[in-house]
């Protein structure tokens, strides 16, 4: 019987959006159609972001973010590295060493972010669409915002995705919502290199 899925085709490879309850090894036909008017990018002149892109800087430029918002997401996420820095205590400072020094730079992906209560990290969350949406992006950030008003969002999830290159979870997350990948891809970039910021210097490396 013929099912009709939603899937995103990265790097060679056609991965759906949704589980498929199927056999193990059952061969598949595919018919490709694209779906259209699915991503919306940020205004600015930027494209869709680019597939294997997990750095902040590559997302800010593939959305097109302009410069006085750049530096309005700049010190927001200082401030944001200081309230998870302050949450780090003694045990998971030991854990993140430990990670540390077994893999150089991966103690915030291993362990993930400092830990903060839900509500703070919605609180989190909303700053950085309030960001967005002070230049003009309501359209974009709507979903998100709907979402998060409704508690259905993980920002603590988000951060940890983008730590961990887990570009499905943020798919997911997009089609949850509604939003466009740009828009999620930036919110956790920003989520995730805050705690990035935060490990770092609970390790005493700096930024």
């Known amino acids: ?3 009709r899925i939603r899937a995103v085709y990265e790097r ?8 498929l309850d199927l056999p193990e090894g059952i061969l598949l036909e595919i018919t490709v159609e694209p ?4 991503e919306q990018p940020l205004r600015g002149g930027g494209g869709p972001l680019p597939p294997g892109s997990m750095r902040l800087g590559e997302v800010l430029e593939a959305a097109g973010v302009p410069k006085e918002v750049r530096e309005s997401i700049e010190e927001l996420i ?9 949450s780090v205590d003694e045990k998971l400072l030991e854990l993140y060493r430990a990670v540390e020094r077994l893999e150089p730079g991966a103690a915030a992906a291993r362990i993930g972010p400092p830990p903060l209560d839900r509500d703070t990290w919605l609180l989190m969350l909303s700053d950085v669409l309030t960001v967005l949406e002070k230049a003009g992006m309501f359209e974009e950030t709507r979903p998100l915002r709907a979402a998060a008003n409704q508690r259905r969002l993980s920002p603590y999830d ?9 570009r499905g ?20 970039a920003v ?8 490990v770092s210097r609970a390790l005493g490396r700096g930024s």
């Open 1 to 3: 019987m013929a099912k």
């Open 12 to 19: 060679g490879i056609i991965r759906p959006l949704e589980p």
């Open 158 to 166: 988000m951060a940890l995705a983008w730590l961990r290159g887990d």
């Open 35 to 38: 779906i259209r008017g699915e």
């Open 191 to 198: 989520l995730g290199e805050a705690s990035r910021r935060a």
């Open 169 to 188: 979870y943020l798919d997911r997350v997009a089609e949850e919502t509604g939003a466009g990948r740009s828009i999620v891809y930036l919110v956790a």
């Open 78 to 86: 200082e401030h944001m590295a200081s309230s998870l820095l302050a």
